[in-house]
């Protein structure tokens, strides 16, 4: 889809939006009950067990492949990029 500039934000029900969220580009692969992220360089990120467990449980599939945007949000709802690392 090609860029348009427009000179102030608009609305049209022709058009669908979302959220830009500033995190790290990320597939969770769910498999045998585990979770693990790669990311679009092919790294395997660690950490977040937390999250990892959820997704195991919210999912509940044998396999599954969510793609996806990791992020951490302060308590309005922002992402907060350098809460990431």
Not at 16 to 28: K, P, Q, V, W
Not at 37 to 53: E, I, M, N, V
Request: glycine share 6%; aromatic share 8%.
């Amino acid at each position: 889809m090609s860029l348009v500039l427009q000179p102030e934000p608009f609305d049209d029900w022709d058009w669908l939006y979302e959220i830009n969220h500033d995190g790290f580009r990320a597939l969770a692969v769910i498999e045998q009950g585990q979770c693990r992220f790669l990311s679009r360089q092919k790294d395997k990120p660690t950490g977040h067990q937390d999250l990892r467990a959820a997704l195991v449980k919210e999912v509940n599939a044998e396999t599954a492949i969510l793609d996806g945007e990791l992020v951490v949000v302060d308590h309005l709802g922002r992402s907060v990029f350098a809460n990431m690392m």
